[in-house]
């Protein structure tokens, strides 16, 4: 949901390196473009995570995927356009893979 205040223009810069090179970015995609694929991979993120979790047999603990979503959330953070929709795949991975194996 912090996507929605991240984002805030019509088009987002795909590279944001520097103060000001948001605005100097010639390579730009609209915001809903941006948002149905950081919707996608969520979708995909929670779906491989629970296949995952459902075809592993051993017992993991779900703390273990804990740091995915440390890495999810540091991507999403980071305000790189780019790297949100990866960020946001590694936090419903392990959501998937910590709801599956619990409820195993």
Known sequence: ????????????????????SAERSSVRIPKNVHRSLFNFASLVG????????YSTKRHVNPLFFLFFSALGMFLVLSKQSLLAP??????MFANGTIYAFTAK
């Not at 929670?46 to 979790?53: E, M, Y």
């Open 86 to 91: 990866f960020g946001m795949l590694c936090i």
């Open 1 to 20: 949901a912090v996507q929605q205040f991240i984002y805030t223009s019509n088009e987002l810069p795909l590279f944001t390196i520097g103060p000001l």
């Open 46 to 53: 929670d779906a491989c995570g629970r296949k995952v979790a």
